[in-house]
Every structure is written in C-alpha cells, then in structure tokens.
C-alpha cells in the first residue's frame, strides 16, 4: 500500500513576478521580482520590510486579488487564482471598511452571511467571536462609535468568522494603542495555539519578534533574509555564557576552567547572544 502523499503547505510562492504597467511614457514598475517562499501549516510567518518593497502586492498575489505576472502561488495547494483557495482563508486588511450604521453583532452577522452561514450557527459563532475579541459588551454599539483599535479586533472577529485554517493580517496594529496592540498580539499567539497558520505584516517589530516563528524580510520586491526568527537574529559571531552563584573572579575565566574548576558554579546557558529583529531589519535595509 502507498503512503499517504505530504500535506501541502499553508502557503506556497514560486518565483512570483508583478509588473505593473504604467501609463503613455511611462516606464513600467516592478514591484515583486523572482520571489519565493512557503508557509508551514501552524506557523506564524511575518513578512517584513520598508514601505514600497512589495509586501503588500505578495499578499494580494496570494489572495489572488492580483495576477501575477509571472510565478505562481497557491494556498493549501490550490491555486490561488482560483475561487476555492479563499475557503479556508481569514483576511484583515491594514485599514479594514464597516458599514457604520450596524453594531458589531449586525456587522459579524452580514459578513457570515456572506460565507454562506446562517441561523443558530451563526448567531452563536458571530457572539463567539465578539467575545474572543474582547467586543462582547459592545456588541449592541454601532460601529461608527469604535476605536481605532476597537475596529482592528473586529476585523479579526470578522477573519475568523467561518473558522479558516489561514489568517492573512496586514498591519494589524496598525494606528492602534499599545494597549489595543497588546490584545491583538495576544489573539495572534492565540491562533498559534489552535493550530490556525498566520501570515502577517507590521512595522512593529518588536510584536513581530514577540509572535513569528519564522521570518521573511523583503527589499526592493526581492527576498533579501528568511529563516527561523531565533536563527535570524543570533550572533555568529559571539557566544555567552550565564553562570549561577558565580564568584566575580570565576566570571572572567574561561569556560573550560568554569568546567573544571567548579567552586559551586553551574552554566545555566550558553549560545548566540541575541540582536533584536529591529536591529537586522536596519541591518539588511542598509544593505
């Protein structure tokens, strides 16, 4: 009997090409050129990257809201031309759109009814939802009323309305307050529990490197960095080592003496020290 063929990643970006054409003499713009990577099922990817560097266009490539010029992308293994790749996918844009005169429990239960839910089920995942968010108790308000950051958990209650295995999140703090960022970073750690894969852009790096298990940083519409967050921001060059009840004269020899010599002390960890994400992403721009 033949085994079972691999599951297909969450994600996948074959050598993805956009040109967008220009008007009478103008020259065209590339804004995505030979790009490639893939998103493991369960995964928190963060794509990151200056403004105008092709982020938001390989999001839209994705979602096949734009065709590319060349490449492919698919989502779970569909080609993400075509409808049924949307199925299983949640969507925040960075500055999500509300019909301001319903309230957040009319506005989650337009958009299910879009998905094609209805009835009890709906009713109750839309309540469900609210509550995940942290919008039960303005479920009755109209949206016209929310917050910046108020609107951005709703728009999260909305992606994740008909229970996707994939939530596309772009800036989603985004003019939020920290405290409105600290929430949505918490539902993103949340989805990572469930088994809910996540592909996310933001500025905010130190949230990114608070979430992601991976990492892309992109530059002029081309993949410059990628790999595993912890991997990424090690330092090659230099090793630390913490000591527990170490004497001041223990701290400056070697480790093999510390080995040796013992005097009580133990090495509780030793490694790459860390740099943050902010510091590579300047690194790697400058570049």
């Known amino acids: 009997?033949?085994?079972?063929?691999?599951?297909?990643?969450?994600?996948?970006?074959?050598?993805?090409?956009?040109?967008?054409?220009?008007?009478?003499?103008?020259?065209?713009?590339?804004?995505?050129?030979?790009?490639?990577?893939?998103?493991?099922?369960?995964?928190?990817?963060?794509?990151?990257?200056?403004?105008?560097?092709?982020?938001?266009?390989?999001?839209?490539?994705?979602?096949?809201?734009?065709?590319?010029?060349?490449?492919?992308?698919?989502?779970?293994?569909?080609?993400?031309?075509?409808?049924?790749?949307?199925?299983?996918?949640?969507?925040?844009?960075?500055?999500?759109?509300?019909?301001?005169?319903?309230?957040?429990?009319?506005?989650?239960?337009?958009y299910g009814r879009l998905c094609s839910m209805s009835g009890k089920e709906l009713k109750d995942r839309a309540r469900e939802m609210l509550a995940l968010t942290g919008l039960e108790d303005a479920a009755d308000r109209r949206v016209a009323g929310y917050s910046k950051g108020m609107l951005q958990r709703l728009g999260l209650a909305q992606a994740l309305l008909h229970r996707p295995r994939l939530v596309v999140l772009d800036e989603p703090t985004a003019g939020v307050d920290p405290a409105g960022s600290r929430k949505i970073r918490d539902l993103i750690l949340g989805f990572k529990e469930q088994g809910i894969t996540v592909l996310v852009t933001s500025h905010l790096l130190e949230q990114m490197q608070e979430v992601c298990d991976r990492v892309g940083i992109m530059a002029h519409g081309r993949m410059v960095r990628e790999g595993r967050?912890?991997?990424?921001?090690?330092?090659?060059?230099?090793?630390?080592?913490?000591?527990?009840?170490?004497?001041?004269?223990?701290?400056?020899?070697?480790?093999?003496?510390?080995?040796?010599?013992?005097?009580?002390?133990?090495?509780?960890?030793?490694?790459?020290?860390?740099?943050?994400?902010e510091k590579l992403f300047l690194e790697v721009a400058d570049q």
């Open 229 to 277: 967050l912890d991997e990424l921001i090690a330092v090659e060059n230099e090793t630390e080592l913490v000591l527990a009840d170490a004497s001041p004269e223990l701290l400056a020899e070697i480790r093999a003496l510390v080995e040796s010599r013992g005097h009580g002390a133990r090495v509780v960890r030793s490694g790459h020290p860390r740099t943050t994400l």
């Open 1 to 110: 009997m033949s085994a079972e063929s691999p599951q297909p990643p969450a994600v996948t970006v074959e050598n993805l090409t956009k040109v967008f054409k220009a008007g009478l003499g103008k020259a065209a713009f590339t804004a995505v050129r030979d790009l490639s990577l893939t998103v493991n099922d369960g995964e928190v990817y963060g794509l990151i990257g200056p403004n105008g560097c092709g982020k938001s266009t390989t999001m839209k490539a994705i979602l096949g809201l734009v065709t590319p010029t060349s490449g492919r992308t698919a989502v779970f293994g569909r080609p993400s031309t075509r409808v049924e790749s949307r199925s299983e996918v949640g969507f925040l844009p960075e500055n999500p759109y509300f019909y301001k005169h319903l309230n957040g429990l009319e506005t989650l239960l337009f």
